[in-house]
């Protein structure tokens, strides 16, 4: 009956799978873009946002809108998932190993 017992827990324990939080940033800082189409300023949503307000250049220029923030992320992030996720950011364009969202401003 014992061994029945811990068989038992064993594999509710090996059916348990461990999920990351979705709308966790990543920590330490962001990777350099690997060129130099966005002028990144500062985190968006925190000092240490690995997205980060984007300013205008001769790439970002067409983007740019009065109605919305320019915000780039590394592509790929779990910080830009979280902005899609979270306040509906849309993709713009992806360059220097970052994807460039649009977000509404509220």
């Known amino acids: 009956m014992k061994k029945l017992v811990l068989l038992g827990l064993l594999a509710a324990l090996a059916a348990c799978e461990e999920t990351p939080p979705v709308d966790v940033p ?13 002028p990144l300023i ?12 984007t300013g ?10 009065h109605t919305a923030d320019l915000v780039s992320c590394p592509t790929g992030s779990e910080a ?6 979270m306040l509906g950011a849309v993709q713009m364009a992806e360059t220097g ?4 969202y649009s977000v509404p401003r509220e």
């Open 97 to 100: 190993g970052y994807t460039v």
């Open 42 to 53: 500062r985190g968006y949503r925190s000092e240490d946002d690995w997205c980060q307000v």
């Open 80 to 85: 830009a998932q979280s902005l899609v996720d």
């Open 26 to 38: 990543e920590t330490g800082a962001a990777p350099a873009p690997t060129n130099d189409d966005l």
């Open 56 to 65: 205008e250049s001769a790439f970002t220029g067409n983007f740019l809108d």
